[in-house]
């Protein structure tokens, strides 16, 4: 099977820290590729200021350039909105391939705040890398209460497609503070630079329209 790495999130936009990790990713849990799902809309932020999928997603593809990750829209092709829903379908969709979800600290702490996480983490192993600033809050948040019974040692990470979830893992990868809200607040139009774009989505292998 191929082992694979999903990360989710809005890319709005895409920046280094989400290389950072995934290239750490793919070291560290001998991955053939990372896959960005760059959502169509995170139910848990606000719309304002989200800019158009296409521009978010060619924004990806972009910051992925030269890397064995593809970002993709395929949540948008699947019609789903929650993780829990994307990853059922992935997983009968592509039974050739072994996923691992990729997880900020920062969204471990709030990981009991998304639909279904129980069920999420039933589905597929999870990888936490750490996000300055959160590590403490994700130890002691209510998900960690109920997955800390699953946690893995780091040091059999190599073994994670061996693993029957729920299966959680700590990386302790090098910390790097890249932010897309700062890069919104220093070039709020950067969306502009994409606007005649239509990306083609390397999973889906279909065109992208410019607008939502």
């Known amino acids: 099977m191929i082992p694979t790495g999903l990360l989710g999130g809005s890319f709005n936009p895409a920046h280094r820290s989400h290389r950072h990790i995934s290239r750490y990713a793919l070291a560290a849990l001998d991955l053939a590729e990372v896959w960005w799902l760059v959502s169509p809309g995170n139910p848990l932020k606000p719309q304002e200021g989200m800019a158009p999928l296409a521009a978010r997603l060619a924004s990806a593809q972009k910051m992925a350039r030269g890397a064995p990750i593809r970002a993709t829209a395929i949540?948008?092709?699947?019609?789903?909105?929650?993780?829990?829903?994307?990853?059922?379908?992935?997983?009968?969709?592509?039974?050739?391939?072994?996923?691992?979800?990729?997880?900020?600290?920062?969204?471990?702490?709030?990981?009991?705040?998304?639909?279904?996480?129980?069920?999420?983490?039933?589905?597929?192993?999870?990888?936490?890398?750490?996000?300055?600033?959160?590590?403490?809050?994700?130890?002691?948040?209510?998900?960690?209460?109920?997955l800390r019974r699953f946690v893995r040692p780091a040091g059999q990470r190599g073994c994670w497609t061996k693993w029957r979830p729920p299966a959680l893992v700590l990386l302790r990868s090098p910390p790097d503070t890249g932010s897309a809200t700062?890069?919104?607040?220093?070039?709020?139009?950067?969306?502009?630079?994409?606007?005649?774009?239509?990306?083609?989505?390397?999973?889906?292998?279909?065109?992208?329209?410019?607008?939502?």
């Open 75 to 146: 949540e948008a092709r699947l019609g789903t909105r929650y993780t829990a829903d994307t990853l059922r379908k992935l997983v009968r969709r592509y039974p050739e391939r072994r996923f691992i979800w990729l997880m900020g600290a920062d969204n471990l702490a709030g990981f009991h705040r998304w639909r279904d996480w129980r069920t999420i983490a039933r589905t597929v192993a999870i990888a936490v890398l750490p996000r300055p600033g959160y590590d403490a809050a994700a130890q002691s948040g209510k998900a960690m209460g109920w």
């Open 182 to 212: 700062r890069l919104r607040a220093a070039h709020p139009d950067w969306h502009l630079a994409f606007s005649n774009v239509r990306p083609r989505d390397p999973v889906t292998r279909r065109r992208l329209p410019q607008k939502d």
